[in-house]
C-alpha cells in the first residue's frame, strides 16, 4: 500500500543535540511537508518542498534544516539552535500544489528532550 | 488575511446521538475545504473534502459536511456518534491567493460518552 512512513515513531534529544526525522513516501507525490504540532496550536508548517532538490521555509523554520535529495524523502534536522524542541512532528505529501490537493500524513514522530 | 475558526476546542456527545463540529473561515478568495481527523498519538486522517463541486459532502465513517458561502461556514455532521468517533478534528482551508496557502484550524477535541 502507498504512505507515508516517518521514523522513530519516539525520539529522545539531550540538550545541545541535533537529531534527524525521517519521512519516506511512495505516492510518487512530488510536495512534501513538515509540520510541528503543540497541543491546543493546531498544525504550524516547518519547511515545504515542491520539488527535488529544492524547499522553502515555512512559518517556523528557525532551528530546523531540510533537504530533498530524492523525490520519495524529505528528512528534518531539528538542531540544537531550537530551543524549545520537544513536540510531536508531522509529515505530510500531496501530489501538487493547488485547490484540489489534500494532503497525506504519516503517523508522527514524537520528540522529547531529556 | 485569510483565517480558520473552529468555534469549539471540545464537543463531548452520548453514543447514538447527532454529533455537530463547526468551522468558519475568512476569505475573500474562494477556498478549497477540508476535514481531518487525529486518533492520538497518530497522523491526520482525510474525512471529506469539498472543491467548488457539490456543496453537500460525503465523506467516511459516516460524516459529512456542508459548504454554505454566505456563511462561510463548512461545519462537520454526523448522525449518530460511535465511541470510535472519539477524536481530534480538524479544518483545513486552502486559499489560492496568487500562490495557495493552507490554513489549519486549532482543532476540536470530539468526546463520545458510553
Known amino acids: 500500500d502507498g504512505g507515508i512512513t516517518q521514523s522513530p515513531k519516539y525520539l529522545f534529544r539531550k540538550e545541545g543535540q541535533n537529531v534527524t526525522l525521517s519521512c519516506e513516501q511512495n505516492?510518487?507525490?512530488?510536495?512534501m511537508y513538515w509540520y510541528r504540532q503543540d497541543p491546543g496550536q493546531g498544525l504550524r508548517l516547518i519547511y515545504y518542498?515542491?520539488?527535488?532538490?529544492?524547499?522553502q521555509k515555512g512559518d517556523i523554520a528557525e532551528g530546523y534544516s531540510v533537504s530533498r535529495e530524492k523525490k520519495e524523502s524529505f528528512p528534518l534536522t531539528v538542531t540544537s539552535a531550537q530551543k524549545n524542541p520537544t513536540a510531536f512532528y508531522l509529515c505530510?505529501?500531496?501530489?501538487?500544489?493547488?485547490?484540489?490537493?489534500?494532503?497525506?500524513f504519516g503517523s508522527g514522530t514524537r520528540l522529547t528532550v531529556v | 488575511a485569510q483565517s480558520v475558526t473552529q468555534l469549539d476546542s471540545h464537543v463531548s456527545v452520548s453514543e447514538g446521538t447527532p454529533v455537530l463540529l463547526r468551522c468558519n473561515y475568512s476569505?475573500?478568495?474562494?477556498?478549497?475545504l477540508f476535514w481531518y481527523v487525529q486518533h492520538p498519538n497518530k497522523g491526520l486522517q482525510l474525512l471529506l473534502k469539498y472543491t467548488s463541486a457539490a456543496t453537500l459532502v460525503k465523506g467516511i465513517n459516516g460524516f459529512e459536511a456542508e459548504f454554505k458561502k454566505s456563511e462561510t461556514s463548512f461545519h462537520l455532521t454526523k448522525p449518530s456518534a460511535h465511541m470510535s468517533d472519539a477524536a481530534e478534528y480538524f479544518c483545513v482551508v486552502i486559499f489560492n491567493t496568487g500562490g495557495f496557502k493552507t490554513i489549519f484550524g486549532a482543532g476540536t477535541r470530539l468526546f463520545v460518552k458510553a
Open positions: 518542498s515542491q520539488i527535488v532538490n529544492d524547499f
Open positions: 505516492l510518487n507525490h512530488d510536495a
Open positions: 505530510a505529501s500531496s501530489p501538487g500544489e493547488g485547490l484540489d490537493y489534500g494532503y497525506t
Open positions: 476569505s475573500s478568495y474562494s477556498p478549497s
